[in-house]
C-alpha cells in the first residue's frame, strides 16, 4: 500500500498505434499516475509520446529506462511476442506492470508470468478493457444482485474483421483467439468465474471464414455458450446474462444495456404480448478521449497500487483465459470435450 497522496510513477514501454491512440491518451483522466518516461526503440515514436502525453523523459532502451528512473509501475504494450520477456523483467525488477493482452503467445508463457508475478510480490494486470466498461460493469453488478437471483446462463456473441493470422502466429484460428477472443472469454470469466469444461466446433480458413461456437461450463453450475466469428466487416459484440430470478439483461455492443425483469404490477401471461424493460445507455459526455474501457482499466491499475489491493484481471485470470481459448481449438479440432 501506498500513502493515500503519493502519486505512482508510471512509464511506457512501447509506443506504437495502439498505445499513442488507446492507452496513452487516456493517463490524463488518472491523476494518480505521475507519467514518467516513454520507451520505443523507435527512437521518434518515443520522444514524440513524450511531448504529446506529458511524460518526462523519454528511452529507447527500456533497461536503461528501469537503471534511472525510480518507477512505480509500466504499462507493456508492444507485440505480443515482447510482453512476456519485458513483463517478467520488470517484475523482476520490483515494478508493477500492466500489459495488454495477449500476455504471451502461448498457455506456458502466461504461467511463467503469473509464476513470477507471485514470486516479485508486485501486481500484474492484464488490459483485457471488456470487464472495465461500465455497461459490463453494470451487468455484473445486475447480475449480483438478490433480485437477480443466482446466475444461471453467460451467452456471449463477437464478430470481429480479422481475415489471417494475427501477431505472426502461423495458425489462424489461434491468432484470432489471442488477438480478438480473449476479450469476451476474459468478460465471461469476470461475469461467471472460472470455467471447468469446454466442448466447441468450428474451422477457420483464412481470407475466406472463421466460425467457432464453445460450449462452457463453470465451477459454479454456470451455462455459457459463446460465438466467434472473423472474416467479417465490423466489430459486433452481444453478452447476455440470465438468472434464477427470471430477469434477462444484456448489452448490445459495449454501449447499451437492457434489463428485464419480473415486475408486480405485470400479470402472468403478459410477457408473451409485451416486454418490460430498463435501458442504461454510455452517455453523450462519456470521456471521448480513447475506446470504452481503457480509462477504467488504468483507474483500477492505479488504485490497486495506491491501496495494496490486488486488481482483477490479473495475471492468473489471464492464464485462465489463454487455457480456455487453447482448449476451444482443441475440442474443435480434436471433436472431443475439454476439461480444464
Not at 520488470?90 to 514470486?119: D, W
Request: aromatic share 10%; proline share 4%.
Amino acid at each position: 500500500m501506498m500513502p493515500s497522496d503519493k502519486r505512482v510513477r508510471i512509464a511506457f514501454i512501447g509506443c506504437g498505434n495502439h498505445s499513442v491512440h488507446s492507452l496513452q491518451p487516456a493517463i490524463c483522466h488518472v491523476p494518480e499516475f505521475e507519467y514518467i518516461a516513454t520507451c520505443d526503440i523507435v527512437a521518434e515514436r518515443a520522444k514524440e509520446a513524450a511531448r504529446r502525453f506529458g511524460a518526462k523523459a523519454w528511452y529507447t532502451d527500456y533497461m536503461e529506462m528501469l537503471e534511472r528512473e525510480a518507477l512505480d509501475a509500466v504499462v507493456v504494450v508492444g507485440h505480443p511476442n515482447m510482453h512476456e520477456e519485458v513483463s517478467i523483467e520488470c517484475l523482476k525488477r520490483g515494478v508493477h506492470v500492466l500489459m495488454e493482452k495477449p500476455p504471451a503467445l502461448t498457455v506456458e508463457g502466461a504461467r511463467r508470468i503469473v509464476e513470477v508475478a507471485n514470486e516479485s510480490n508486485r501486481f500484474c494486470m492484464v488490459a483485457t478493457h471488456w470487464r472495465h466498461m461500465p455497461t459490463h460493469q453494470l451487468l455484473k453488478r445486475i447480475a449480483s444482485s438478490d433480485a437477480f437471483g443466482s446466475l444461471t446462463r453467460i451467452e456471449v456473441t463477437y464478430v470481429a474483421p480479422d481475415f489471417g493470422p494475427a501477431f505472426g502466429v502461423e495458425d489462424y484460428a489461434w491468432g484470432f483467439m489471442l488477438n480478438q477472443a480473449i476479450h469476451p472469454v476474459d468478460c465471461m470469466q469476470f461475469l461467471g468465474g472460472k470455467v471447468q469444461e469446454i466442448s466447441a466446433h468450428g474451422s477457420a480458413i483464412p481470407n475466406e471464414r472463421l466460425m467457432f461456437t464453445a460450449y462452457l461450463r463453470f465451477e459454479s453450475g454456470v451455462e455459457g455458450s459463446l460465438t466467434l466469428a472473423g472474416c467479417a466487416a465490423l466489430i459486433y459484440a452481444r453478452v447476455i446474462v440470465q438468472g434464477s430470478g427470471r430477469g434477462i439483461a444484456e448489452v448490445d455492443n459495449f454501449t447499451r444495456l437492457r434489463y428485464f425483469a419480473p415486475t408486480p404490477w405485470v400479470e402472468a401471461g403478459d410477457t408473451f404480448r409485451g416486454t418490460h424493460a430498463q435501458t442504461w445507455e454510455v452517455g453523450n459526455w462519456y470521456h471521448r478521449t480513447t475506446c470504452i474501457g481503457y480509462i477504467e482499466e488504468l483507474q483500477h491499475f492505479a488504485r490497486c497500487i495506491i491501496d495494496g489491493k490486488e486488481p482483477h484481471a490479473n495475471a492468473n485470470d489471464a492464464y485462465h483465459a489463454m487455457r480456455i481459448l487453447d482448449a476451444i481449438v482443441k475440442s474443435a479440432m480434436e471433436g472431443k470435450p475439454m476439461t480444464l
